[in-house]
């Protein structure tokens, strides 16, 4: 059988995750909601992060050794992910060209992709990214793999080199049978991509392409993104395997259950998984977006963007991956109380 030398199999029935067969956090509520079949994740885009721009590339510098070290960051994640787990955790969303290593940022100057210009793969960002696959299988994790970010696209040449990447990067994944893996073909397909392919209007192709893609009678499960408070398309719902929603800026949690709703109205929408993948509200307790897309039978993702001060944040590189500011313990606390026997006390301390 495909993977079976792997530990971590992820699953979809109905509109319910699996892992080796079994229903997520099985038999557990959260104020008497049922979360079997949920996905809590964190965006945690940067676990193999670095820089090709030598101009930008002393931005990431360790405040305590005055250099940038890729292979520092992949080993300080993998070393943190058994916490993240231990605390609820079950998957983490990465992308083959990160994210916005300032959080948020308006221009990107920097070159972060795993992709050379004609689409094919970088041999040490893949070595990297294989630290962390095979980490997150040995601990039962799940990894929302993204494959393009709107920041960094404009690295490919052009669509064929789009296509090629997407073949290369699923060859990829199938060759060492990764069975822990479920694939979003592009962060926020609805923001300003370079390649006609990779936006909204056209993405679907890509998702097709990606379903398109077995070994020996396995695919990967396939999704595309839109940004924060936006519902994806009937086209692209109808075309995808789970449904991925963002909640970012959107500051009533109503807007994160009429959103999951909305969802579900869709013409093309059968019973499939949907996942907030990054969010970043972070008033945990019984009005937070956690809360309504629990209420709402979706699963959350939490997103921190960085407090403009190396060491916090998860998105603002060189990162600390322990939990090592309020904002972070009091996401892991909650969550804790959330996936665990007893539901954790609410907290509005969001920094």
């Not at 997150?136 to 080199?161: K, S």
């Not at 936006?199 to 993104?225: A, H, K, N, Q």
């Not at 692209?236 to 449904?243: I, L």
Request: hydrophobic share 35%; with cysteine.
């Amino acid at each position: 059988m495909f993977g079976s030398d792997r530990s971590t199999r992820v699953g979809i029935d109905g509109d319910r995750f699996t892992i080796d067969g079994r229903p997520t956090y099985e038999g557990a509520s959260h104020e008497g909601v049922s979360i079997e079949g949920r996905l809590f994740n964190a965006r945690l885009v940067h676990a193999w992060f670095d820089d090709d721009n030598p101009e930008t590339r002393d931005e990431w510098a360790y405040p305590d050794t005055g250099e940038w070290d890729p292979e520092r960051n992949v080993a300080e994640f993998c070393a943190a992910l058994p916490a993240y787990r231990d605390r609820g955790l079950r998957a983490i969303a990465a992308n083959l060209q990160c994210g916005s290593p300032e959080g948020y940022s308006e221009t990107q100057p920097w070159t972060v992709s795993a992709f050379r210009p004609d689409g094919s793969l970088k041999p040490d960002w893949m070595a990297r990214v294989e630290r962390v696959l095979d980490r997150a299988d040995d601990l039962g994790m799940v990894v929302v793999l993204g494959l393009f970010y709107f920041g960094q696209d404009g690295v490919l040449e052009d669509e064929a080199a789009v296509k090629r990447a997407v073949d290369e990067a699923v060859g990829w994944l199938l060759d060492r049978e990764y069975t822990n893996v479920l694939v979003e073909v592009a962060n926020e397909c609805d923001i300003n991509y370079d390649h006609d392919i990779i936006d909204v209007e056209r993405v679907t192709e890509l998702v097709e392409r990606v379903r398109g893609i077995e070994r020996d009678g396995f695919g990967y499960p396939v999704g595309v993104s839109t940004s924060g408070g936006v519902v994806p398309p009937d086209d692209v719902v109808g075309a995808s395997d789970f449904a991925l929603l963002h909640g970012n800026g959107v500051d009533d949690p109503d807007r994160i259950r009429e959103m999951v709703a909305e969802v579900r109205e869709r013409p093309s929408y059968e019973p499939m998984p949907v996942v907030f993948n990054e969010d970043d509200h972070f008033a945990f307790g019984s009005a937070s977006n956690l809360d309504a897309a629990v209420e709402a039978g979706a699963s959350w993702g939490y997103f921190d963007p960085g407090e403009n001060d190396y060491w916090h944040g998860y998105q603002s590189p060189p990162v600390r991956w322990d939990a090592n500011t309020p904002r972070k313990k009091a996401f892991f606390a909650y969550l804790d109380g959330v996936t665990g026997p007893e539901d954790a006390p609410a907290t509005d301390d969001e920094s």
